[in-house]
């Protein structure tokens, strides 16, 4: 079957650094996405990986090794209203997007 | 610009009725996909459709729910005889284009059957 795996919670300090990670195994790989959920509010998006490697824009980096299975989400600075939860998501073979559960990320100041 | 608008945001309906979403996406949007998300999850995949045609709906739950978007612009997704269990929020997102590309999500809808 296809799984996608991530913490169900994690805490930090505001102007830290913070690594949510995520694994997966799916039915074929066409690329790995990183969102931003807030609380009551839709998903937006933070990033895309198809290549192995680190993406970097802004205070979010995200890195994917295929061979692994596995990708991070970096997030530096943090800040307040970095609070929410981070889905990661894999669109398969079938181009049908699997998603995670989510990670709530809680910033404590 | 408009993003993906969604509508009603909140709905109530009793158990056995039949209810119905609807989904503006963004202007020139080729793909739109629904999903349904259930609290502390991520979203579930319903459907999606590529301009008018329905070219996926494998993650319908059951033959009670009903997908369309007949000018290939506005969408809406039915759900017959409605049971508590499908009581959770409805997210629509469109994208560009029908290969791979960052979706676009609505407010979603919020339903509740009692």
């Known amino acids: 079957g296809q799984n996608i795996d991530q913490p169900t919670e994690m805490t930090a300090t505001e102007g830290a650094i913070v690594q949510i990670n995520c694994t997966y195994q799916?039915?074929?790989?066409?690329?790995l996405f990183w969102y931003q959920q807030h609380a009551g509010e839709a998903p937006t998006f933070l990033s895309y990986n198809v290549l192995d490697g680190l993406e970097e824009k802004g205070r979010f980096s995200s890195f994917l090794s295929r061979s692994k299975g596995y990708s991070y989400l970096l997030l530096k600075e943090l800040q307040m209203k970095d609070s929410a939860s981070y889905l990661c998501a894999v669109w398969d073979s079938n181009y049908q997007l699997i998603w995670g559960a989510g990670t709530k990320l809680i910033i404590k100041p | 610009g408009a993003g993906v608008s969604q509508s009603p945001r909140y709905k109530v309906a009793k158990r056995g009725q039949d209810v119905a979403l609807r989904c503006d996406p963004i202007s020139g949007h080729v793909s739109l996909f629904w999903y349904q998300q259930a609290l502390g999850q991520g979203p579930e995949f319903l459907t999606y459709f590529q301009n008018e045609a329905q070219l996926d709906k494998s993650g319908l739950p059951s033959d009670r729910f009903f997908a369309e978007r007949p000018e290939g612009s506005v969408s809406t997704l039915k759900i017959q005889r409605t049971q508590q269990e499908d009581s959770a929020v409805y997210l629509c997102a469109s994208s560009l284009a029908g290969e791979v590309s960052e979706q676009y999500f609505g407010p979603g809808t919020r339903l509740t059957v009692t």
């Open positions: 799916t039915s074929g790989f066409n690329g």
